[in-house]
């Protein structure tokens, strides 16, 4: 079975640019969530949505990130005007429903310089 | 902020038993336990959780205390590829939904 599919791997841009990271959850999964790791701050929760709902963005550090959910295969993360310090690793997850356990996939490794 | 404790790192030999331990003293009533690992450079991976009594499934065993306020995941024969960082999450069923608050975990270093 595919698991929880992120894209690109891994991105560098100058900053200023606009950055989108992409996901393709488990196909049935209602729940979807994105997460950014960083050394400073560990794993945190940016965004979640629910049958392609955000339920709640209270992580989402400022303005110049916005996350969307077009249809239940596809999310995207998007960074504009994208700074150093949002050099981080970004994680998607995905489960059945957002009570059951969540699945990642292999994240986005977005170097800004 | 997580509300679980968890040793910084761990050692164990190949083929023995590891034994992660967590304390979660402030554990409520609703909310479970959850673990997962990341191993390096890929995204983190659910393993088990529990509610009040002994977990286990194909990776791993889950033994929560009567009092519910520490719990001890038990990998029973550690490879070199159980090396990880091991979380343990604690967060209700419902209501707060989805949201997993990770800590610093435990590093578990698998030696040959």
């Known amino acids: 079975d595919a698991g929880v599919i992120q894209s690109p791997r891994h991105e560098v841009t100058e900053m200023g640019q606009e950055v989108t990271l992409r996901c393709k959850p488990i196909s049935g999964h209602n729940s979807l969530f994105w997460y950014r790791q960083t050394m400073m701050r560990g794993l945190e929760l940016l965004i979640y949505f629910n049958n392609n709902v955000p339920i709640d963005d209270s992580g989402m550090p400022e303005d110049r990130f916005s996350a969307k959910m077009p249809n239940a295969s596809f999310s995207t993360l998007k960074i504009q005007p994208s700074e150093p310090r949002d050099s981080a690793v970004y994680f998607c997850?995905?489960?059945?429903?957002?009570?059951?356990?969540?699945?990642f996939g292999d994240g986005t490794r977005l170097s800004i310089l | 902020d997580a509300k679980t404790t968890q040793p910084t790192s761990m050692d164990c030999a190949e083929g023995r038993a590891a034994n992660l331990p967590c304390n979660h003293s402030t554990i409520s009533g609703n909310e479970y336990v959850y673990w997962y690992r990341q191993i390096h450079s890929q995204g983190p991976q659910y393993i088990i959780h529990?509610?009040?009594n002994n977990e286990t499934n194909e990776m791993a065993s889950l033994i929560i205390t009567e009092d519910r306020k520490s719990s001890t995941l038990i990998l029973p024969h550690a490879t070199l590829r159980d090396t990880a960082v091991y979380y343990c999450i604690v967060r209700p069923l419902s209501g707060q939904g989805g949201k997993l608050i990770f800590g610093q975990g435990t590093e578990l270093s698998v030696k040959p």
């Open positions: 529990g509610l009040k």
């Open positions: 997850a995905s489960s059945p429903d957002r009570a059951q356990p969540q699945h």
